[in-house]
């Protein structure tokens, strides 16, 4: 009869446990881990890349008109969140950052959303041409049915010679 | 006096069961690899038991599928009060990735009060252990509003 | 009257009910701590077992709908009643309820049948397939250790008869003068086999690894005791940790026992010490090291090994050696 392991497990009474004492003693993640979601609101331009990217639809954004501009919310939750990173790496501006922050429990919905607001203003509209542009306007029709003639001769010449 | 130690033994000691609905069992890895000697969870009083008739605490992974909609229901049902159910990762939650697909039931909040929710894909063993003592929590509340 | 009270105390408090509960509980705690150690993590602390009694009573009562109601709450307890009833026969070095010899080895040998029989009704009872195939497995695990252990008690009551008027005897009272006497039984060459066959079986009957093919953990939803909960689980569980109290108990009384001193807490501590260091030699090292075997394996090494052992204790015993 063959008994496996006998010596390491008698001398292993005389050792330490090799347990980590979790709730007593906090450990930090390893460099790169991808945990909690943090979003930057400021330096977001409204692009939409993130919501195109994610796989789960963890993302979403509600616009609101006020009179500054457009009041942009994104809404990331981590119930859904799959924490793949595709968001922070599509982002033009850097603002979705992934942190290190492991430990998400929680017992109803609103542990889970990570939201972040901001404004964006539109630039300012272009101004409307002055009334001075109707003559302009009469010049332009007629030059125009001169240069559609001329492509058309063009044309032609081109099929002959073929 | 009774009922007093009746309650940190249900402190100390608390069984767990573990519900796989058809998740791609990372979280189930993440779970039992709580009790090997690294993280070892049993100091704490956490033993899988085999049946639901053993259990105090249960632990469902997966996006609830449409094959095992009926046995998680019965499972769930068998189990004796007062009882706590935690569901681990995202596809308890809103099933991550699969939702909306034909053959997925949706999230767990349909058959049953979720009490606690661990979030991640898979969650570290450390953040499966934070959840595990915040469902002890609730679970002496539970006994004691009895 | 007086008598009555002493009898009360001796049922109840000192080797009955009490005493039997507290040290069963200590016991199994401290094999579940080591182990732990021997797996090097921290293990749950010495208590636990206690804790999870506690709980066990705590939770609600589900009888199923095809139970045998009233055989299925009554099972643990007739369980719990025989092995207190066992224990009030084991003398502790050489304190004895008894005054005179009795012939308890043979009340002992079918008493300690009626927890695993316990079992049995109890899972059969619960009216589930699982536990149908736990109650067959846990039948066969008794038939195997049946045959090493009524021989090992047989050659010790012939060795201590052959010294006493030459015929066998079936008295521990006598067994333990015996040893105060001529020394520790273990001490005696020939009954080396016999001790070893002895320490090989505990394991099964306390339902331990590698050889707890009853109460299989996930294999099969933990046999007979698949659809119990709450206080008759509770009581299960109580009996399966005076068991291990109970069988380590029996075997210092056996084989390591002697004069002792002349207090009585004193040799219940000495008694104490010594089944811990029992349940560490044969309980906890296999269990740390091993996996299950299968029945049919179970079977096969419980009639060739520890019986071989044990027959060769009784050839040389008889022998006169």
């Known amino acids: 009869m063959k008994f496996p392991f006998l010596k390491e497990a008698i001398t292993s009474l005389t050792k330490k446990p090799s347990t980590e004492l979790y709730p007593l003693v906090k ?5 790169g881990y991808r945990g909690r979601i943090k979003f930057h609101a400021d330096k977001c331009i409204n692009c939409g890349m993130c919501i195109r990217v994610c796989a789960p639809d963890a993302i979403t954004r509600t616009i609101e008109k006020t009179e500054e501009g457009d009041k942009i919310t994104f809404q990331f939750y981590l119930g859904q969140c799959t924490f793949c990173q595709m968001c922070a790496d599509f982002c033009a501006k850097k603002a979705i950052e992934l942190t290190k922050d492991y430990s998400m429990v929680g017992t109803d919905e609103e542990d889970f959303m990570v939201r972040g607001t901001f404004i964006k203003k539109l630039p300012p509209k272009p101004p409307v041409p002055p009334a001075g542009a109707a003559p302009a306007a009469a010049k332009a029709p007629a030059a125009a049915p001169a240069a559609t ?3 058309a001769e063009k044309a032609e010449d081109k099929k002959e010679e073929k | 006096m009774f009922k007093k130690l009746i309650e940190k033994g249900i402190e100390k000691s608390p069984w767990l069961l573990h519900i796989n609905t058809g998740s791609c069992n990372g979280c189930d890895i993440e779970l039992v690899s709580v009790i090997t000697p690294r993280y070892d969870a049993e100091r704490m009083g956490f033993k899988l038991a085999g049946t639901p008739r053993h259990a105090d605490i249960v632990v469902v992974s997966g996006p609830i599928t449409s094959q095992s909609k009926e046995r998680l229901v019965r499972t769930l049902a068998q189990v004796p009060d007062p009882k706590v159910v935690v569901s681990i990762g995202s596809c308890p939650r809103s099933c991550n990735v699969f939702h909306g697909s034909y053959s997925v039931e949706g999230p767990l909040d349909r058959y049953c009060d979720v009490d606690v929710s661990i979030a991640g894909c898979p969650p570290k063993p450390e953040a499966i252990i934070d959840g595990l003592a915040k469902a002890v929590e609730i679970l002496k509340t539970k006994r004691r509003g009895k | 009257m007086n008598n009555i009270l002493q009898f009360l105390f001796y049922i109840l408090i000192f080797p009955g009910f009490a005493f039997c509960v507290v040290a069963g509980l200590l016991i199994a705690g401290i094999d579940r701590k080591l182990v732990a150690r021997m797996q090097k993590r921290i293990g749950p602390p010495i208590l636990q077992p206690t804790y999870d009694f506690l709980k066990l009573l705590g939770k609600e009562t589900i009888i199923p709908r095809h139970a045998a109601r009233k055989v299925y709450l009554a ?7 025989s092995l207190v009833t066992v224990s009030l026969f084991i003398p502790i070095f050489n304190f004895s309820i008894f005054d005179k010899p009795v012939a308890d080895l043979i009340v002992i040998i079918y008493l300690l049948t009626i927890p695993g029989v316990a079992l049995i009704i109890g899972g059969s009872a619960s009216g589930s397939p699982y536990a149908g195939v736990g109650i067959s497995r846990e039948m066969v695990a008794i038939l195997s250790y049946e045959l090493p252990l009524v021989i090992v008690l047989l050659t010790i009551g012939r060795k201590v008869g052959m010294a006493l008027d030459g015929n066998i005897t079936f008295s521990l009272k006598a067994i333990v003068d015996y040893q105060a006497q001529y020394g520790p039984m273990i001490a005696q060459w020939s009954m080396i086999p016999a001790a070893i066959a002895l320490l090989l079986v505990i394991p099964c009957k306390v339902g331990s690894l590698p050889f707890d093919i009853a109460e299989a953990e996930i294999e099969i939803c933990e046999g007979p005791l698949v659809e119990y909960s709450g ?33 009585v807490a004193l040799n219940v501590l000495i008694q104490f010490a010594l089944a811990v260091v029992v349940t560490f030699i044969s309980i906890s090292v296999l269990k740390a090291i091993t996996a299950r075997l299968r029945v049919e394996q179970t079977f096969k090494f419980y009639w060739t090994y520890p019986t071989a052992l044990a027959l060769l204790s009784l050839v040389l015993v008889w022998l006169g050696l």
Do not use: D
């Open chain 1, 27 to 31: 450990k930090e993640a390893p460099e």
């Open chain 1, 149 to 151: 003639e001329k492509p």
């Open chain 3, 75 to 81: 099972a643990p307890v007739v369980g719990l009643l």
């Open chain 3, 231 to 263: 206080p008759p689980l509770g009581i299960f569980k109580l009996n399966h940790a005076i068991k291990m109290f109970i069988m380590t108990s029996l075997f210092v009384t056996l084989f390591l026992s002697g004069a002792g001193t002349n207090f």
